[in-house]
């Protein structure tokens, strides 16, 4: 354990934020598992719906750094071409 009082601050710091990243984590990959389940029931209607709430949990982990701007970008895109490759 640190001695310092900074470094004292710095780890609790550290740990909180590690946790609320872990969360939002966490609700990004439900949100993809909802649009993959929706896909695979070939449920189109549901697959549009869970791709717009994908969509804005995915910008939000990007607007609060959990997520580079690219990799969100990168798997919407992603979800929106498995949407429209839909048959």
Do not use: C, P, W
Not at 56 to 82: E, F, M, Q, W
């Amino acid at each position: 354990m640190a001695n310092i009082k900074s470094a004292k601050k710095r780890i609790l710091v550290n740990e909180t934020r590690a946790a609320r990243n872990k969360a939002i984590k966490s609700s990004v990959k439900t949100a993809f598992k909802k649009v993959h389940a929706a896909i695979e029931a070939n449920d189109k209607e549901a697959a549009k719906a869970a791709l717009i709430a994908a969509t804005a949990t995915i910008d939000k982990a990007a607007s609060k750094g959990v997520y580079h701007k690219n990799t969100a970008s990168r798997k919407v895109s992603r979800l929106a071409k498995a949407v429209n490759e839909m048959a």
